[in-house]
């Protein structure tokens, strides 16, 4: 998942961002490389600091063949780069922190490595993320992304129902992207991925993130570590009974213990959601 350390202290810190930068060879290949960087603050603090890469399914399953219709994935520059869910006929929401000034939509899609004859490829006429988004603390990594053409709806494409309430603890839910699928090497899969997880309750996901989790945000996952999102997934769905419930947006490494997943809380969104969609 796309992680960032934290930083935490008090009258003298240090600030640990553990940066990734991803590069695509092309949509198969793709190369991580690490940096480190340390700095002292005098704030007393706790931030999470989300990677400009993607997330991936660590020890999932291969989805069967588009039960997933609403699955999108973002390219930039013809690079693999991020997930998204189709909510209409013209918009998808994604993660904010997988903005960048150009962005095309690929729909439809399973194998990646195929000509499936089910794909839609559609370039986004504009990114919208929440004004209330922090790069800093990762608090509403939420996007909506328009299309630059409505999306022609068939079997392999549909949409998903926003969440108009917010999942408890314990419910099952979905998580599905093309992200990297080791933890400790880079390989990215050709087929979608499928991860069912547990949503933990807000006490186990603040004793495993402490002052990092608000209140648009909600961990699922397993606290014994294991499996999980990674990169390649972030802005992917979480989907609960049908219905879309989260944003894949950030993580202490991936499938690490006592770090599970985070996401944006898709429920908080609603009525920002039909504002920007009604005014544009």
Known sequence: MNFLCTRQGNISASLF???????????????????????????????????EDDDKIINGYECPRHSQPWQA??????????????INEWWLVSAAHCYKPTLAVHLGEHNLSEVEGSEQHIKVAKAIKHPGYSPWTADNDFMLIKLQRPVQFNEYIQPIQLANSCAPAGSQCLVSGW???????????????????????????RQAYKNQITSNMFCAGFMEGGR????????????????LQGVVSWGDECAKANAPGVYAKVCNYNAWVAEIIGKN
Not at 183 to 198: A, K, M, N, T, W
Request: hydrophobic share 40%; proline share 4%.
């Open 228 to 243: 999980d999102s990674c990169q390649g997934d972030s802005g992917g769905p979480l989907v609960c009974d049908g219905v």
């Open 17 to 51: 961002l553990s940066l990734r930068f991803k590069s695509c060879l092309n949509s198969l290949i793709c190369t991580v490389a690490f940096h480190v960087l340390t700095v002292s603050t005098s704030a007393s603090v706790h931030m999470a600091f989300p990677l």
């Open 73 to 86: 994935f973002l390219t930039t520059n013809n690079k693999r780069w991020c997930g998204a869910a189709l």
């Open 179 to 205: 992200g990297n699928l080791k933890i400790s090497e880079v390989q990215y899969p050709d087929v979608l991925q499928c991860l069912q997880v547990p949503i933990l309750s807000d006490a186990t996901c």
